[in-house]
């Protein structure tokens, strides 16, 4: 197992340094520009497109809206990368961490309006719904098959493998910190739910997760927002913390800049998924009048888990005074830190949540992968291989190191991504063209604008569903 972590740790460092730093930073930046900072200058846009989807019912139909396309990618992401992932970015980076954790927010959104944009242009319709996502905008928009078929293979093993690793890791942690639980125990019993649901019987924790994750997720939120207003006057405190960590002279020369960068930017995407691919696949479920309208909604589901949800369990760490030596990592350090805050009871209540976060996420990792699977193959027999090694994989994140398992998602998540954003810089014209469609016709008077690909020659061809 060491030498696998040896090697792992090694891939992992040579990808971040050098291709997916500079990809995603110069995609965010050019995405940016090119949209003229439309993650910016369109957020009254976005909150208008988020209210008007959320009051319109589809009756007898079976498309879902964009509100809850909407509200599926950020049941997805709130979660682990939340809860765990920013006390990880914290332990390893230092608390200028959050700093590129805002940055990568901020500028990322922009490749997420872009990828969910185009996810709604070539989506195609489905035996009861929309279906698509990267695979199909490579199949369909570059016509490259292969590399739609490398990507929903990548995105099978990242979500369905690497990512579930790191959610059962995070779940056995979290249970044997609060209540001694035997990760080995634990992953056993996570295993076997996990196989139980993904082979049969999904309806009905689906109806009970969608009610109960929302209502921990508001829980979650009300309780850090209640630490950070305790806390409010060590605010400024924390921020100069947080500011002198990125910059500072001090990091500079110790060079733990270029750690808190890395850490902040690794963790900031595998929480808010920004270029990553994923959430495309559920943008282009919605039915929308207009591609840009699920782009901009997307892009606001960036906003809220990184500058909102993120930012709170960073504030409730740096307010608590838990230590930031690497003595405790994970998702034991933000249980740490809220049981200085508020008791034991806050420890209980992580437990609690990461597992329903954790676990709802399993199943929603899952169904990525499978998802995807289809894309490759109808045959049955490979999904029920891709069944059982997501089971194995459960079990094996459960016994795994935390830097082990964070290695692997790091790894598998950055191949994901480099193909993505390989292929949404290739199509960016096309979500340009929407955009300005879209502007025009805000500007003419039009309130609700509508998608008419007679009026675009140029995507004419592309908008199988329009």
């Known amino acids: 197992m060491e030498i696998l972590n040896n090697w792992v740790n090694e891939v992992n460092d040579l990808l ?4 997916l730093i500079i990809m995603l930073l110069g995609c965010a930046f050019w995405f940016t520009f090119k949209t003229r900072f439309v993650q910016f200058r369109m957020f009254r846009e976005m909150i208008r497109v988020l209210g008007d989807s959320a009051n319109k019912a589809h009756e007898g139909e079976k498309h879902i ?30 608390p200028g961490a959050v700093f590129w954790m805002w940055i ?3 500028l990322g959104s922009a490749s997420a309006f872009v990828e969910s944009t185009l996810a709604q242009l070539y989506k195609r319709k489905g035996k009861d719904s929309f279906i698509g996502g990267p695979a199909y905008y490579m199949r369909y928009g570059l016509g490259q098959n292969w590399m739609g078929v490398l990507f929903a293979f990548l995105i099978a093993v990242t979500f369905g493998f690497a990512f579930n690793s790191v959610q059962s890791n995070t779940i056995c942690a979290a249970m044997q910190g609060s209540f001694g639980f035997d990760p080995r125990i634990a992953g056993a019993i996570l295993t076997v739910l996990t196989l139980a649901i993904i082979f049969g019987g999904i309806q009905r924790i689906a109806k009970v997760s969608s009610v109960i994750v929302p209502m921990m997720a ?17 605010l400024p405190a924390v921020i100069r913390l947080i500011a002198n960590s990125a910059f500072g002279w001090e990091q500079a020369v110790g060079g733990t800049v270029g750690s808190a960068l890395m850490q902040g930017i690794k963790r900031g995407l595998f929480s808010n998924e920004a270029g990553m691919g994923s959430a495309p696949n559920v943008a282009a479920t919605a039915s929308v009048t207009h591609p840009v309208k699920q782009g901009l909604i997307q892009t606001l589901g960036v906003f809220t888990d990184t500058l909102l949800i993120c930012t709170c369990t960073a504030f409730i760490i740096l307010f608590s005074g838990a230590p930031l030596d690497g003595s405790i990592n994970g998702v034991q350090l933000t249980q740490h830190a809220l049981t200085l805050e508020v008791g034991k009871a806050g420890g ?20 990525y992968g499978e998802a995807n699977i289809r894309f490759i193959t109808p045959k049955k027999s490979v999904l029920y291989i891709y069944r059982l090694l997501v089971g194995g994989m459960v079990m094996f994140g ?6 082990l398992a964070w290695n692997l998602a790091d790894i598998t ?3 994901m991504t480099i193909c993505n954003l390989v292929a949404i810089s290739l199509l960016s014209k096309q979500a340009f063209l929407l955009l300005h469609d879209y502007i025009a016709q805000k500007r003419s008077g039009i309130k609700s604008p509508v998608f008419d690909k007679n009026k675009l020659p140029e995507l004419k061809d592309k908008a199988e569903c329009w």
């Open 104 to 106: 990568i927010a901020l």
């Open 16 to 19: 971040w340094s050098y291709v």
């Open 413 to 415: 998540m950055a191949f």
């Open 65 to 94: 809206s964009s509100f809850q396309a909407f509200a599926v990618s950020l049941a997805s992401r709130v979660g682990t990368g939340n809860l765990a992932g920013v006390a990880t970015a914290i332990a390893v980076g230092g």
């Open 348 to 367: 209980i209540f992580v437990a609690v949540a990461i597992f329903l976060f954790a676990f709802s996420s399993i199943i929603g990792n899952y169904y």
């Open 218 to 234: 508001l829980g979650y939120v009300a309780l850090a927002l209640g630490v950070v207003l305790f806390n409010i006057t060590e």
């Open 398 to 403: 459960a016994l795994a190191s935390l830097e």
